[in-house]
DNA sequence: CAGTTTAACATGTATGCACAAGTAATTTTA
DNA sequence: TAAAATTACTTGTGCATACATGTTAAACTG
């Protein structure tokens, strides 16, 4: 330290910190010398040196760790905080939703964020807009749930330009393929579908017809957990007990279906349906046809939605943890934030949905 | 100084003072008092006081002159349309809420704004807080829900806040009764209800047990149309046909109160129920009770929600333009935004929600 | 040896004191 | 009366001390 002597201590600490790190004597996230020992190596009080590193950490040159000490910032990848986390959805469930925006919002609240919030209905065009937009927008971080996430993307740029950018995000209830070491909070719809058509096996039953929708990830994911539980026990896998449907088709096919197979006297034990609305249908299908639930054949739903309890009776379903997704995926991001480089172990999350038994489902 | 206790002096020093200059309370240019001043009048040290101000000064919402004092600084100066709407909303109703938030979206996002949502819980200190935040983001409009519409608010300050910066503001599906002549976009309860109300005196029904929220505003006003449809045909007022509930009491009371009036044998030939999740629960209470809807009683809910058509017997009910709130509300906002001095007439929209008649009513 | 406790050390908050230096109004002085 | 000195304020710099709180690694324990 070989300043003027007409500046004040603290500046002159200030211009010698700032030397060593302009000239790379000190490097990006090494740590300096405490505040003590800065104090008693310099004959200062710590409360001047600590006034010399708040400044210089306002400025951006370092950064403070209550506990661990004080570490050389990387100036290349400092950008200004907005405080705002986007949040992208796509086509809404109702009943999903809005939870799942409740849990994200209150971890995010509770650390200062606020959510920008978008839908895309589904639509990848929008998708592209509201990421562009985000990008605009200098948010501090994103939350997205992708769209057709079974489908093929050209959106993959946009997440590229994110990672130049220094801005995390995490994707939400699903992923596109060509991303899967991307960070992601997700659920495991395969165990999920796993657990039920087991759960259905052990009651006896063998004709089992599986309803899955073909154009999201989820769908495919839950088809594989029918089939892994029908080979489990030595069912050969019959694609005539399988629906397929797309969200266009999803009001009518899935029923439609149903009521052909009862018309041509397809032997049917149970039906496990890709979600509760679903469920609701062809529990309705059956009994406008005469047949019983659970008694002559067993339903099962998905999502333990308001579907699954208003239904005459109660539907054998799968839980989803609405805000436990939310909030794990607002946190994970929390994470990102504070440490840029997280590895890739840690950024996945996968949560393990629950079987929920209710009245729907007996033994043959 | 009336902050939570858990936080440091200097950090409640902060919002303190941020308050006051958010508020208009400290005006641009405008000292304020000396660190020894403040030091003495808060029984804090210098260097406590001294701190926050620092802090102040970094975020520019004063600026320090050497041997002068402290002055606010004019932070309207540095204004920019940030493109980012807030919108606050209360106590989820899962079914209302996400198309609500859709309707706003559809009409803010086709002229490239963005919304920013946080969601109060129906709790009067976050709407505080988040309404500061509001403030302190730079937002370009407001559209809020008022938390516990019908009780007393202290948040008005907030609101005048708002004005004072110009930024316009849009009440969202109720209002304060202390700001009825501000902007709103609301539904006509009392319409709603007296149509259903007349529709049950129409069909010859006499004894009409009406269930309301006693805590919102939608629940007055939805008793106030059930009164004057039985008035209008000379039916005396009953208070023994009024059941009022709580958020709180709402999953047991309204039902509870019903099985006792059958065990009690009160004459019961209609229900008009506050929505249709309270209609949903009587209508199981009188199925178990043996009570066959509509044939014995008619039974009606409000909201035109999945409680309606997941009903076996499906609910006559009211519809909930939820997509037309929300949009005419950004429409509303987004008007003011263009053109700033608006007369009271053209700010105040009322929709009047129709009717939807489906199977839970029969004649007399 | 895995799990817990402890001690050492980091930053964070808060107070007290002393004096430096800039500003502005009042008082004194030539 | 005009210039200079004084005085009473303001913010700025600096030191000593104390305890709170978070982190980490070494020591201890079952």
Redesign the pocket.
Known sequence: MHKDSNQ????MLISYLKEEILLGRIKPGEQ?P????LAKKL??????V??A??MLANEGYVY???????YCADRNKTRVETKNIGVITTYISEYIFPRVVQGIDRVLSENGYSIILKNTGNNTEKESAYLEEMLEKNIDGLIIEPTKSAMYTNNLKYYEALENHGIPYVFIHGYYQKMEDKPQVILDDEAGMYSVASYLTELGHREIIGIFKADDIQGINRHKGYARALARIGIPYNPDNVIWFYTEDRAVKPAATIRTMLENKHGIDAVACYNDEIAFKVYETLRDFGVRVPEDVSVTGYDDSYFSSNCPVKLTTVNHPKDMLGEAAARLLLEMMKNPAMGREQTRKVIVPELVVKDSCAKK
């Open positions: 004040t201590k603290y500046s300096i405490s505040e003590n020992t004959s200062l009080s710590r409360h001047t600590r006034k590193i708040s403070t760790e209550h506990g661990r000490g004080t």
